[in-house]
């Protein structure tokens, strides 16, 4: 656990609640491995450590628990939940048949505009790409800006019921597959596959929910083939 630290240090985005900032912090040192799955979470421990009150804690570890990420027993307190090789296999599935479906629902009434925030990702990526073809500096970055591209697709479909499910999906994976990229395939490929999934989105009968189901089984089967997937408990 890190030494005491200001609420205003407690995640990554300067903007937001401190509720949704301690929600952040918490979630990048679970994702990154620095807070290990089965450990215990002392909430007036953590709110000493980040200068707040207990209630924000409260307020993130229910959105965690939420999000399958944590559990809360009686008499046992509060641990980061040891995912299963089953709950992720479930995971990936969900994710898979979410992004196709936002996908399929964006082709029936498509609106280019609405891939500004996508156009913007796959622009962040190139700068990455670009230097470095087969692996990146910081595989943890190149891992968010993937996290930010797929949750991008769902929010395609402007259904907010939807984008919160897979806003959650996305966290509990985050956690059972690690933050550091090194379960990727190349990033040269997956960017690759990236542009083309979002130059089909914006051709008139593209192809981008068959693209976005190759590269979903792709990514999957990486996954699985990774060390921290092997492991998890079956």
């Not at 996908?103 to 913007?120: K, Q, S, W």
Request: with cysteine; aromatic share 4%.
């Amino acid at each position: 656990m890190p030494q005491r630290r200001s609420s205003r240090d407690a995640g990554a985005s300067p903007s937001g609640t401190i509720s949704d900032r301690v929600y952040e912090y918490l979630s990048q040192e679970i994702r990154s491995g620095r807070i290990g799955l089965g450990a215990r979470l002392n909430i007036k421990q953590l709110a000493g450590e980040l200068d707040v009150s207990t209630i924000p804690i409260r307020d993130a570890i229910k959105r965690l628990e939420q999000e399958r990420i944590v559990e809360v027993r009686p008499r046992s307190g509060c641990l980061v939940r040891i995912p299963t090789r089953m709950d992720t296999l479930q995971a990936l599935d969900a994710r898979r048949m979410v992004e196709v479906s936002a996908v399929l629902n964006y082709a029936a009434t498509p609106d280019p505009a609405r891939l500004a925030d996508l156009d913007r990702i796959v622009a962040d990526m190139a700068g990455l790409v670009g230097r470095h073809t087969d692996a990146v500096p910081d595989g943890g970055q190149y891992a968010e800006l993937d996290r930010a591209f797929h949750r991008g697709l769902c929010s395609l479909a402007g259904n907010a019921h939807l984008d919160r499910f897979a806003g959650q999906v996305s966290a509990f994976l985050a956690v059972g597959i690690g933050d550091d990229g090194a379960w990727q395939r190349a990033p040269a490929v997956t960017f690759r596959e990236h542009v083309a999934i979002l130059s089909h989105l914006r051709r008139p009968g593209g192809d981008a929910a068959r693209l976005l189901d190759q590269h979903l089984r792709k990514d999957h089967a990486a996954l699985t083939r990774s060390c921290r997937f092997r492991s998890l408990p079956g």
